[in-house]
């Protein structure tokens, strides 16, 4: 679980802090759990093509070369679980998109 700075500890009591220096410990600050919040969450949509190819043309539209880069999610966030429910249905997923590594140009040159 995720933590934050326990901001009431900082500043300490009323009898701490008549003519005292509060010191803190930087290697144990003090900290407060950050509560879990089922809303607001993203939803995710993958897509169709692992890669996509960019081709880079020259100031004369000639092909100097094509580039494949990989495809990456399209993301929405959802309020509720009225709103969560119709994305699901409408092909959104809750997982995101990890893109497969792009394929090795040499492989085949030294394949036995």
Known sequence: MPFTIDE???KGTDEQQRGK???????KPPV???PFM???????????EPFKVIVHRNAN????????VPSEHLTRR????KELA?????GWVKEPYIAPP???????????
């Open 8 to 10: 009431a500890k900082m």
């Open 21 to 27: 220096i509060i010191s803190m410990d930087p290697a």
């Open 32 to 34: 407060k759990p950050i």
């Open 38 to 48: 089922e809303f607001p969450k993203v939803v995710y949509r993958h897509p169709r």
């Open 61 to 68: 539209f000639e092909v100097v070369g094509e580039e494949r």
């Open 78 to 81: 959802v309020g509720d679980a």
């Open 86 to 90: 119709a994305a699901l249905k409408d």
């Open 102 to 112: 792009l394929p090795d140009p040499n492989a085949e040159l030294y394949a036995s």
